[in-house]
């Protein structure tokens, strides 16, 4: 018996980075996994090896439309959805004074917006499935502020807050809908396309050393074992909350090897 056996979930942004972990963790636990992205070509080659548990699906998540026909995709081909993995974002980061309106709606459309979008289009689902799982990915930027990342840190503390308004709603229905708070984990977010991972690489890696209590970046499977933990049943009295995968990054201060003030 797996952990996921029966489930079948969408996953968002799910053709690269985290999504793609998380398509992979959930596939070997059992599940049948729609992975929904506006990355069309990649999103295919990941289903592709992943295997025949997986779908790709297109979807802009800013796009009410493009909601409804990619979960009628996923259920046609799969039956009724149970888990909602709203996990598409984007980064781009600048000085409060130097961030456009344009970027700032850019970033809070899909990483705010579209989880919103998300969670309304898959709840009729869920009810004709009887019960549901939704993961809304938000960050360590959703529980502290961080420079020079405005946008990204007002979607991510939405994100975190309509969590919980959703979980009021969707109780009495078995809907859980819960958060999870990535630290540094090394992929392409905020990089331009065709620019590799491997640019920022030491640069997050330096600093999370210096941060984190565990003293090294988070790995793509860490955060997908929460998303597994919060599909599955084993999660079944958490609702509402906030799980936190950052290598102790938000634990407090000082950060290790630096001089206590105390
Ligand atoms: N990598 C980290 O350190 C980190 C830390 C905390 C939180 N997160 C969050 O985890 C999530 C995944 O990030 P990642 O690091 O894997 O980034 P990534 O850039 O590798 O993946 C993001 C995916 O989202 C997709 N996407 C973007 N806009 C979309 C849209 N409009 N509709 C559908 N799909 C869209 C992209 O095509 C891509 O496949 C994001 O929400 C991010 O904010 C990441």
Redesign the pocket.
Known sequence: MNRLDGEVAVI????????RAIAEAFVNEGARVCI????TE?AQQTAAEIGSSAIAVE????DEESWAYALAEGESAFGALTVLVN?????EGAPIAETTLESYRRVTE??QT?VFLGMKSVIPAMKRAGHGSIIN?????GMVGSPRIISYIAS?WAVRGMTKAVAMEMGPFSIRVNSIH????V???GLPDGVSADAISEMVTKHTERHAPLQRTGLPSEVAAMAVFLASNESSYCTGSEFVVDGGFTAGYPAPGSPNPW
Not at 12 to 19: E, F, S, Y
Not at 36 to 39: E, K, S, T, Y
Not at 87 to 91: E, P, Q, V
């Open positions: 968002t942004g799910g053709a690269r980075g985290l999504g929904a992205d506006v990355r990649l979807l802009d998540v800013t996990n598409a974002g984007l980064a899909v990483n579209g990915m938000s960050s360590i930027d991510k990535p630290g540094h984990v992929t392409e977010l």
